[in-house]
């Protein structure tokens, strides 16, 4: 039963790393296409626009929600048969007690951090993305008042942050490097510098269409995720250890080694 619930905690945090990829496709790559008319519909009359949602986007934003909210099912229920479970587990292995409640305690800390880390950052992204890119369209249209310029400079303060944030969980999923972070933050705050016209503080020159430019770049970062997903046996099993392969670990512990029904406490509801 515990690896059981382990594996639906790899799971879990296999799908959260899917809808990592999902947004950034949804996102910069259907707004690439877009742009540069790859994918539009055959009205000339009644193009997709990148400036507020369209087709594509709210069915890529519909996947990335089926997506975590299939995530957040499996976590929740992995969650609460480890703590229904465990006091049995811990009877049968008295002397593997302290360092399984520990290991057990990590994979979900780990997995509820960057799964309300991520939930955080998509909502960002759709207040963003609907109510503010479609209200900035409808009430002010090409008006520029204060009011708008405030709302304009909120809507791209909130995407920049959502940005960041997915970038930092798919880091951690990937264990990726400080000089390769670093890169992809970099990409992110200059492509939201060209989304915004450096937040509409130049009006001068349209640098609006640096962004979808640089999206055509987006590709790289999903192709990087499916090539290190199949070189290493998929990203769930680089982030969580299999139960089985600590066993010879824990044998190798104390046999004086004791822990109190109140160290359960470990284990986050």
Known sequence: MINS????????????FIGINLRFLSENVFNALIFFN?????????????????????????AVVVVFAAAYLLH??????IISHIMDYLYERRRQRFKTIRYLKNCIVWSKKNFF?????FGLYMVSKYPLSIGLEIIFI????????????????????????????????????????????????????????????ITSYDLHVGAPLLDFFSPIIIVYSVIYT?????????????????????????KDTSLNVEDLSLIPR
């Not at 619930?5 to 959260?16: D, E, F, H, N, T």
């Not at 790859?38 to 519909?62: C, E, F």
């Not at 405030?150 to 995407?159: E, K, P």
């Not at 990409?187 to 937040?199: A, E, H, K, M, P």
């Open 5 to 16: 619930s382990v594996r639906k905690l790899q799971i879990s945090a296999l799908l959260i």
């Open 38 to 62: 790859i994918l539009q519909i055959g009205n000339s009359g009644n193009k997709y626009d990148i400036h507020t949602p369209g087709v594509p986007d709210v069915y890529g934003d519909a």
């Open 76 to 81: 929740k229920s992995a969650s609460e048969n």
């Open 117 to 121: 880390l991520v939930i955080t950052g």
């Open 142 to 201: 090409e008006d520029i008042t204060i009011l708008s310029f405030i709302l304009n400079v909120f809507r791209g303060i909130t995407l920049l942050y959502s940005s960041l944030i997915f970038c930092s969980v798919y880091c951690k999923y990937l264990f990726i490097s400080k000089s390769v972070t670093l890169m992809m933050y970099t990409f992110f705050v200059i492509r939201n510098l060209f989304d915004t016209n450096v937040y509409w503080l």
């Open 230 to 254: 199949i070189v290493n046996g998929g990203i769930q099993s680089r982030i969580f250890h299999s139960l089985k392969n600590d066993k010879h670990e824990f044998a190798r512990m104390k």
